[in-house]
T-cell receptor, first 110, second 109 residues
């Protein structure tokens, strides 16, 4: 079974904290993605990576950075968390047309 | 204008009804996904289509590439079908998926 694993299901952080969201896939996929999902706005792409150490900005990269040191791991970093980053974060990996999603991390910034 | 439009946004129906959710897109695609997300749950891929029709149990998905339109049908709907259904298109390359805003389906017993 294919697997995309996100490190936490629920996370509560304080404003100004540095936050790391980790995602690991076991399918040897080149492409990995970070999305956030908000009511009324749907899923929006934050960053994606098509190879180790490669990254591209998505639609809403502001306030976020990413790291891809190994093919199987793609990390999303909130340099200084703010309350408007409270959201559900979803990681996905894909090769060609197929996409597989992690379970999501619900992040609350207080 | 969103590149992927879904309708309806919300749908409430009685158990046993035939359900149709529509997806229209405005860009060239190489594949279209139908995804399901239960409340508080992760996203599961139901279908990936590049042409024609696929069936899995009570779920049927169709796509018309010329009309840039896809439908997801649920036959003999059941309360456990209550979820958000999301249409997403894949344009090729490493761009990832472009998502519709989802259809929130509630099936009442």
């Amino acid at each position: 079974d294919v697997k995309v694993t996100q490190s936490s299901r629920y996370l509560v952080k304080r404003t100004g904290e540095k936050v790391f969201l980790e995602c690991v896939q076991d399918m040897d996929h080149e492409n990995m993605f970070w999305y956030r999902q908000d009511p009324g706005l749907g899923l929006r792409l934050i960053y994606f990576s098509y190879d180790v150490k490669m990254k591209e900005k998505g639609d809403i990269p502001e306030g976020y950075s990413v790291s891809r040191e190994k093919k199987e791991r793609f990390s999303l970093i909130l340099e200084s968390a703010s309350t408007n980053q409270t959201s559900m974060y979803l990681c996905a990996s894909s090769r060609q047309e197929g996409a597989f999603f992690g379970q999501g991390t619900r992040l609350t910034v207080v | 204008k969103n590149e992927v439009e879904q309708s309806p946004q919300n749908l409430t129906a009685q158990e046993g009804e035939f359900i149709t959710i529509n997806c229209s897109y405005s860009v060239g695609i190489s594949a279209l996904h139908w995804l399901q997300q239960h409340p508080g749950g992760g996203i599961v891929s139901l279908f990936m289509l590049s042409s024609g029709k696929k069936k899995h149990g009570r779920l049927i998905a169709t796509i018309n590439i010329q009309e840039k339109h896809s439908s997801l049908h649920i036959t003999a709907s059941h309360p456990r079908d209550s979820a958000v259904y999301i249409c997403a298109v894949y344009r090729g390359g490493a761009d990832g998926l472009t998502f519709g805003k989802g259809t929130h389906l509630i099936i009442q017993p």
